[in-house]
């Protein structure tokens, strides 16, 4: 609700500043909540040091005019009805956003934005490197022996891994990610196919990559990364049928979003040893990780870190603040997930 117009003296221009009510579901790093009060909006930070939960957010959410979320909130039409007519923007901190539902935001007319820079990019996609690194040669595992006390002596059959060099790894999704993860492969020499709804000539040029259609894919690649966002196509899209058609003994890394993986599958595809391994970053259920994946010696299981470097949060923090800041003032904001409201946006 726009409850007080004030005219505001910045750097020797009036300005229109409209004062609006922002809720933010949770206290992130750095200082970009503080513009948000600079800028005379009423602010108010969740004050807990967890996710709020449905019942808490529906009570905040009341009469706000902005949200600030992040990926562990539920934003649906009800919760968007429950904040009332005056909600005019949503802002996800992350940049996933299938936990916002952007059909019922465009029904409302409410703009969404996301986070999605360079450097979250490839926060990611260096994570999704140090999973394939520590899959292909069992870090993980081989640390934990040496702090129980394993190592006793250079030994030549222990902790066999994998080399990089020549093998072929298959990215699913050429987005801004997976074409990070695509370029980096380059320095390991290896070979790399994608898949992506259409293939795309000026990417494989740049990159020395090729297109296959999924089947081909999963069949010749020693590695498959996921980078696909989670929609009602892509849910489950590895399940039973597609991880028997993975090569024996290969690997699946995911840096994207749990759900994109049918877990209880994933798991009979590791105990049964037609997969080498899995490196995982997210999961089917978060925060709930399926004990079995914790007792496999070959799963790496990171907690949802892809993006958690400083300079990704840094700029996920300014995204995510001057999103509201631009559209709040009238201005459309960078990274609109459903730009098609922008015009007869709610005001
Ligand atoms: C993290 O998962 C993100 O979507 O930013
Ligand atoms: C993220 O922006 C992606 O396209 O994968």
New binding site residues.
Partial sequence: MVRESTLKRSKGRRILTIMAKIFVTRKIPGEHLEELKKAGHEVEISEFNRPITQEELVEKVKGVDALLCL?TDRIDGDLMDAAGPQLKIISNY???FDNVDIKAASDRQIPVCN?PSDE?NEAVAEHTWALILSIARRIVEADEATRRGGYKGWEPDIFIGTNLIGKTLGIIGLGRIGTMVARRAKGYNMTVLYNKHEPDPEAEKELGIKFAPLDELLAKSDFVSLHVPLTEETRHMINKETLAKMKKGSFLVNTARGQVVDERDLIEALKSGHLGGAALD?YDNEPNIDPEFLGMPNTITTP?I??ATLEAREKMGQQAVSTILDSLGGKKPENLVNEEVWENRRK
């Fill in positions: 990926l992350a940049v996933g986070t979250v997210v949802h892809a993006s």
